[in-house]
């Protein structure tokens, strides 16, 4: 990749702790400007210890509400992370590409199971 904008996930969110949703929407917000620029992104995860999937399902997942497949695959490259935080990114991923690609069907079954309350 080349010309790529380097963003430090560490220095969105102040600090080696990714487990809010609040600090995944932080990187959301950095990155999903830059791709709809066209621009290519290196995700660095440098410094990171911890990370859940509530942060990813904010920074990474939702991505694929705006952006297809091909389009994140061409221009974000993911770097200096832990092989287990890349096993879990890679599940974020994958359900989210299933979800965005049916979001209608699980939207109604999830007010099926709950009700109206959210």
Do not use: H
């Not at 949703?21 to 290196?42: C, N």
């Not at 939702?62 to 389009?71: A, G, K, P, R």
């Amino acid at each position: 990749m080349n010309n790529e904008i380097i963003v430090r996930v560490y220095d969105i969110v102040g600090g080696p702790l990714c487990v809010s949703a609040d600090d995944g929407q932080k990187v959301y917000d950095k990155i999903a400007p830059l791709l709809r620029d066209g621009q290519k992104v290196a995700l660095s995860f440098f410094q990171v210890k911890t990370m859940i999937s509530a942060f990813l399902n904010a920074a990474v997942g939702q991505l694929y509400s705006e952006f297809t497949e091909d389009q994140i695959r061409e221009r974000i490259l993911v770097k200096d992370i832990d092989p287990e935080d890349l096993e879990l990114l890679k599940r974020v991923v994958d359900n989210a590409k299933v979800y965005f690609r049916n979001r209608e069907k699980f939207d109604e079954a999830w007010k099926e199971e709950v009700g109206d309350e959210e």
